[in-house]
């Protein structure tokens, strides 16, 4: 099993930045990969940005250019840095590690912009 925590959440203004945290503990070494999902009101979940373990990274369209992923151990943590954030990038943030079997999830941590 593997658990997922997510910090660093918050409430910013529009064009500020946040940095987020997921901390795997567990049976990390089964752990192929990370991403950070996000789901906004009356909206469904979707994939912002993933890192695999040899470092590849992956961006949605929407947050390319202001969000980075990375990893001090792309098995251990992960941040989700976040610059230039905009009202639409307001969401839960979700944590997302996935393995060989399944995919496992932080609980989340609320992101709010304001405009």
């Known amino acids: 099993q593997v658990q997922l925590a997510e910090s660093g959440g918050g409430l910013v203004q529009t064009g500020g930045s946040l940095r987020l945290s997921c901390a795997a503990s567990?049976?990390?070494?089964?752990?192929?990969?990370m991403a950070w999902y996000r789901q906004a009101p009356g909206k469904q979940r979707e994939v912002v940005t993933s890192?695999?373990?040899?470092?590849?990274?992956n961006y949605a369209d929407s947050v390319k250019g202001r969000f980075t992923i990375s990893s001090d151990n792309p098995k251990d943590t992960v941040y989700l840095q976040m610059n230039s954030l905009k009202p639409e990038d307001t969401a839960v943030y979700y944590c997302?590690?996935?393995?060989?079997?399944?995919?496992?999830w932080g609980k989340g941590t609320l992101v709010t912009v304001s405009s």
């Open positions: 997302n590690a996935e393995s060989r079997w399944r995919e496992y």
């Open positions: 567990g049976s990390i070494g089964i752990i192929n990969a």
């Open positions: 890192i695999s373990t040899d470092g590849r990274t």
